[in-house]
């Protein structure tokens, strides 16, 4: 006798290298608390030392400020969010908590559609690519060599590293939604069980149900002796 759970026959319960997609996701969690917090260490000592991040005229063309204090003070508090919102779904896969896990689901489905709208602003403006290149700086790595490349293949080659990127991020999207579905399967008391023999199929109550309606009956009544 083989008992199946309906959540786990319409999608995977493992992302990539066998793992599990709990395992994933907190992996995935991790990494991301890594990069966000060695990018909040980077912002804190462009803070602490405003002139080691100001780069002259003769670096950028002109006198150009990498960022002002206002402009810090709001990119660490949205790394500071970032890094508690990355807890959040870590802690969330760890200890089994499905809400926890959604506003970490909610970023990667705006960081998709931000780089979705990437891909369609250089498929519709194709020639915004050799304007962006003509502003950099003149001594740019390889701005030379970009500039000469046939601008048809340029754009080609950025449109499928991009495809390659929300391939990716398309892929860690499921990965984490699986994991909420996985939670929010086991720890839901209404899923049902299906109870699978070799020649009948049975579809059992649930357990909370089935011990209340035991409950409810009378006893049956005592023996008499003869």
Not at 65 to 94: K, Q, R, W
Not at 190 to 215: F, K, W
Request: hydrophobic share 45%; charged share 10%.
């Amino acid at each position: 006798m083989k008992m199946v759970a309906p959540w786990t026959r319409f999608y995977s319960n493992s992302c990539c290298l066998c793992c599990h997609v709990r395992t994933g996701t907190i992996l995935l969690g991790v990494w991301y608390l890594i990069l966000n917090a060695v990018v909040l260490l980077i912002l804190l000592s462009a803070l602490a030392d405003p002139d080691h991040y100001h780069f002259s005229s003769s670096e950028l063309g002109g006198d150009f400020e990498f960022m002002d204090d206002a402009n810090m003070c709001i990119a660490i508090a949205i790394t500071v969010l970032m890094i508690l919102i990355c807890a959040m779904a870590t802690y969330g896969a760890y200890k089994q908590h499905a809400a926890w896990i959604i506003p970490f689901f909610c970023y990667q489905i705006f960081d998709f559609a931000l780089n979705t709208l990437v891909a369609v602003t250089i498929l519709v403006y194709p020639n915004s690519i050799q304007e962006y290149i003509r502003q950099l700086p003149p001594d740019f790595p390889y701005k030379d060599d970009i500039m000469s490349v046939n601008p048809t293949c340029l754009v080609l080659i950025i449109l499928l590293f991009i495809s390659i990127i929300l391939a990716f991020k398309g892929y860690l999207i499921s990965c984490v939604w699986n994991c909420y579905r996985y939670i929010n399967g086991r720890n839901s008391s209404d899923v049902l069980v299906y109870v699978t023999s070799n020649d009948t199929t049975v579809l059992l109550p649930p357990y909370d149900d089935a011990t209340m309606n035991g409950a409810t009956k009378e006893p049956p009544p005592p023996y008499v002796s003869a």
